[in-house]
C-alpha cells in the first residue's frame, strides 16, 4: 500500500459516508494490474490513478466514482488482467459502466488526430446516461496536465494543451467547476505561451505589494461596515488566474497596466437576504459603475451559477470588482454539477439533476444524427465555447441560448413540437420575424398552429 493511498484512504475516512471496503478492493485490483508498469517520468503507474482518486475524493464524489477513478486505465493498459465483465461482477454495473466510458477505443486509425475525435466522440455519448464519465475524464485530463512537462514531448505537449483549452476546460465551466477550469486553462496556457505567461508573473509579482495593500484596504473596510451592520461575512481577495488575464490582454489588445479588474474581493455570507444587504452597504460606502452589475442570483447561470458581482471605483479612482455570494452558492460555483452528487440505488437523489443537465442531453441529441466525427466536434467545440444570453418566456421561466439565437431556437429549445408548429413569434410583447437577434432578458412568446411543419427556409436562420 503506498503512501499516497492511506492519506487518500484517512481523507475518504475523515469525509464519511464511503464504502472503505468496496474502495479498498478497487486500490487492490489497480495495484495488482498496473504492477511493474511506469509512467513516461519513471513514476510506478500507480501514482496516477490514485491522484485521479484523490481529485474525485476533493469533488466529494461517491464511493462507485472513487473505485472507477482507481480502475479508469485498467482494461486500456491491462486487458490481461481486467476486463469489464470481472469489473461488473466484482463492483456492480455502474462502476463498469463508467469505466467502459472513459476508455479509449482499441481500434486502428489513419490519424492520432480520428482517434482523438472518435475517442472524444464515445465519451460525449456516454457521458448522456451518466455525467460521472466526464467528472472522472477531467480530474484524470488534471492529473496529466500537472504533471505534463515530466512525460511528453513538447509538441505533444502542446497538442494536449490545445485539446484541454477547446474541450475539457469549457467543458468543466459548462458543468460550472470553476475549480477545475481555472488550473486547466492556466496549466494549458503555460504550455501553449510559456514567454507570455512568464511576463504576466513577472509583472504581477513587481506589483504585489502595491496591489495587496489596495485589496486589504478596500477589504478592511468591507469588514468593518458589515461588522456594524451585524452581517456576519467571510471577506478575501482573489487574483484573475494567468488564463483570465492573458485572454483579456490579447482580447482588448491592452497591456497588463491598463487592466484594472485584476483583483476581486469575495463576501460569503450565510443567507440569500444578507447578499443583499452586504450590496446595499457596499454601494453607500463606493460609487458603482454603470452597465458593471450582474445579479446571478436572481438569475442563475446554466451551470448553476449564482452571485451579485458588482464593479466600484475606489476612493484613488481606481476599479475593483466584489463578488457576494452564500456559503452554498460558493460551493456550486467551486464544484458545479459535482456538488449536487448524491447517489441513492444509481440514480440521482436530486430531482432537479435533470434540468441541470439539460444543456448536455440536449446537445448530445441535436449531434446524434451528425454522421462526421470532425463535424460532430466542430459543433460540440462551438456550443461548449460560446458566449450565452438568457431569455425569459412568457411564464417567467430563464432559458439559456447561444449569442446571436433567434426566436425559432428559443422554440426548439422549450420543445421540438413547439420549434415544429411555429408560425410567429412576440419579443417584449411585440410581434417581430422570426430570424430577430434576441438580447439578455427579452420575453419571447412564440406563436404555434397544429398541422404546420418545419419549413426549408429556417435552416439559414435557426
Given amino acids: 500500500m503506498t503512501v499516497q493511498y492511506e492519506e487518500l484512504y484517512k481523507r475518504l475516512e475523515k469525509l464519511g459516508g464511503y464504502d472503505l471496503e468496496k474502495i479498498n478492493r478497487a486500490y487492490n485490483l489497480a495495484e ?12 510506478p503507474y500507480i501514482i496516477h490513478p490514485i491522484a485521479v482518486a484523490k481529485i474525485c475524493a476533493e469533488l466529494q464524489l461517491d464511493t462507485d466514482s472513487i473505485c472507477a477513478a482507481f480502475l479508469h486505465d485498467t482494461i ?17 454495473s455502474d462502476v463498469a459502466e463508467i469505466v467502459d466510458g472513459v476508455t479509449k477505443l482499441k481500434i486502428p486509425f489513419v490519424t ?63 458543468l460550472g467547476i470553476f475549480k477545475i477550469k481555472s488550473e486547466l486553462e492556466d496549466l494549458s496556457i503555460q504550455v501553449l505561451e510559456p514567454e507570455r505567461i512568464a511576463d504576466i508573473k513577472l509583472s504581477l509579482a513587481a506589483e504585489k505589494e502595491e496591489r495587496d495593500s489596495f485589496i486589504n484596504e478596500q477589504i478592511a473596510r468591507i469588514r468593518s461596515a458589515l ?25 482588448q489588445q491592452k ?23 452586504s450590496l446595499g452597504i457596499i454601494h453607500t460606502l463606493w460609487k458603482p459603475i454603470p452597465g458593471r452589475f450582474k445579479d446571478y442570483i436572481a438569475m442563475p447561470k446554466q451551470n448553476m451559477y449564482q452571485s451579485i458581482h458588482t464593479t466600484l471605483i475606489a476612493d484613488n479612482g481606481m476599479p475593483f470588482e466584489v463578488q457576494i455570494r452564500t456559503w452554498d452558492m460558493h460551493r456550486i460555483a467551486e464544484y458545479g454539477i459535482a456538488a449536487h452528487w448524491r447517489y441513492k440505488e444509481g440514480k440521482s437523489a436530486d430531482a432537479d439533476f435533470d434540468k441541470k443537465v439539460e444543456w448536455l442531453r440536449q446537445m448530445l441529441e441535436w449531434q446524434q444524427e451528425v454522421g462526421d466525427s470532425r463535424e460532430f466536434m466542430e459543433t460540440v467545440k462551438h456550443d461548449l465555447v460560446n458566449d450565452y444570453i438568457y431569455v425569459f418566456s412568457p411564464k417567467g421561466d430563464v432559458y439559456e441560448l447561444p449569442s446571436g439565437s433567434v426566436p425559432l431556437d428559443f422554440a426548439y429549445r422549450v420543445h421540438t413540437q413547439i420549434g415544429h408548429q411555429t408560425v410567429g413569434a412576440k ?36
Fill in 112 to 174: 492520432k488526430q480520428d482517434e482523438s475525435i472518435e475517442n472524444l466522440r464515445k465519451m460525449f455519448m456516454a457521458m448522456s446516461s451518466d455525467i460521472r464519465i466526464i467528472l472522472i475524464k477531467l480530474a484524470d485530463r488534471l492529473h496529466n496536465m500537472r504533471t505534463i512537462s515530466s512525460h511528453r514531448s513538447p509538441l505533444r505537449q502542446k497538442e494536449i494543451a490545445e485539446e484541454t483549452l477547446s474541450i475539457y476546460a469549457p467543458l468543466a465551466h459548462r
Fill in 76 to 92: 486500456e493498459d491491462c486487458p490481461d488482467k481486467a476486463n469489464l465483465q470481472m469489473i461488473k461482477k466484482e463492483f456492480g
Fill in 255 to 277: 497591456e497588463l497596466s491598463e487592466i484594472f479588474d485584476l483583483n476581486a474581493i469575495r463576501i460569503i455570507v450565510n443567507t440569500v437576504r444578507e447578499c443583499y444587504e
Fill in 427 to 462: 419579443v417584449n410583447h411585440r410581434l417581430v420575424p422570426l430570424d430577430t437577434e434576441l438580447q439578455n432578458g427579452d420575453i419571447v412568446e412564440i406563436l404555434t398552429a397544429k398541422g404546420r411543419g418545419p419549413s426549408r427556409d429556417w435552416l439559414k436562420i435557426a
Fill in 32 to 43: 495488482r494490474c498496473h504492477e511493474g508498469q511506469l509512467r513516461i517520468s519513471g513514476e
Fill in 227 to 251: 461588522a456594524e451592520a451585524g452581517v456576519k461575512a467571510e471577506v478575501n481577495g482573489r487574483i484573475k488566474n494567468y488564463y483570465s488575464i492573458f485572454n483579456k490582454m490579447r482580447r
